[in-house]
């Protein structure tokens, strides 16, 4: 399997590096990076899909905006055509028919932007996080990032629940439906109850992309977590189980330590991660 890692949206935040940890000016960026999977016999695989083209085209659409107002000006979200997954997969020669399942490590606005671009795939996703991310929004967080405009249109989805078989010490959904027995998705609740990663075997070892388990660089491959303070405040912000989130970026940690040579580990927002694996470096 071929991999191609597309930074599908970027957010510029005012803070700089209080933000990425490296902008020398007063706007931090922050990315979001998707898979882009070519299979021999499933077709296309994305991971993610970041912001697409209608988040674009009606940014502020009433009654239910895609992107509520309050979040596009705390990230100072910039909204480009030819950022989103379905130009970026054009691009490469590809159709979005070609696009045969989507795995959405949760359903959050800066991840499902893109889900309607690609009517014909199946969307494979959590149940806790479907049911959470389609049902009653309680809470000024739970409302903002869950755009029932963004989900609405989607025709196939794919439920699973959060026990599997174990993967480097984690339950692993296995069987993903119509997908081949290399990708796997890893339940990693705290950031939400429906969170997973998604575990691609690659040659003689691993990806996992860890969706918004954690967001900067620092909180892995080094025993010391560090991580600057706007995107600390931002996962504290976001999480709805505080606990839950530490216990399993502790864990991510520990993995992407212990099993270095084995499994490489990368998150959605951090654009030093996204270009180290788009250069093929390790990571």
């Not at 998707?34 to 993610?48: F, K, S, Y």
């Amino acid at each position: 399997m071929k991999i191609h890692h597309l930074n599908c949206g970027t957010d510029c935040p005012v803070g700089g590096a209080l933000f990425d940890g490296r902008s020398l000016g007063p706007l931090g960026k922050i990315v979001c990076h998707c898979l882009l999977i070519e299979t021999d016999a499933h077709g296309l695989v994305l991971v993610d899909t970041g912001y697409g083209l209608k988040d674009i085209d009606h940014p502020h659409r009433h009654p239910e905006p895609r992107i509520s107002v309050p979040w596009r000006l705390m990230l100072n979200i910039r909204l480009h055509e030819r950022d989103t997954a379905i130009r970026q997969i054009e691009a490469l020669g590809y159709r979005a028919a070609d696009v045969r399942h989507i795995i959405a490590t949760h359903l959050d606005f800066d991840h499902a932007g893109g889900l309607e671009d690609f009517p014909n795939a199946i969307v494979h996703v959590m149940a806790r996080e479907y049911d959470d991310a389609t049902g009653p929004h309680a809470g000024v967080v739970a409302r903002n990032r869950w755009r029932p405009s963004q989900l609405n249109d989607v025709q196939a989805w794919r439920r699973y629940g959060a026990q599997g078989e174990r993967w480097f010490g984690f339950d692993a959904v296995r069987g993903l439906d119509g997908l081949p027995p290399e990708i796997l998705m890893v339940p990693l609740p705290g950031h939400t109850w429906g969170h997973a990663g998604v575990a691609i075997r690659r040659g003689g070892g691993w990806l996992l992309h860890a969706g918004d388990a954690y967001f900067y660089r620092g909180e892995m491959r080094q025993a010391r977590r560090r991580c600057t303070p706007g995107l600390r405040a931002y996962q504290r912000l976001m999480e709805v189980d505080a606990t839950a989130r530490m216990t399993n970026q502790a864990r991510l940690r520990t993995l992407s330590i212990e099993r270095r040579d084995e499994v490489a580990v990368t998150c959605t927002h951090d654009p030093v991660e996204l270009e180290r694996c788009q250069a093929g470096s390790p990571l």
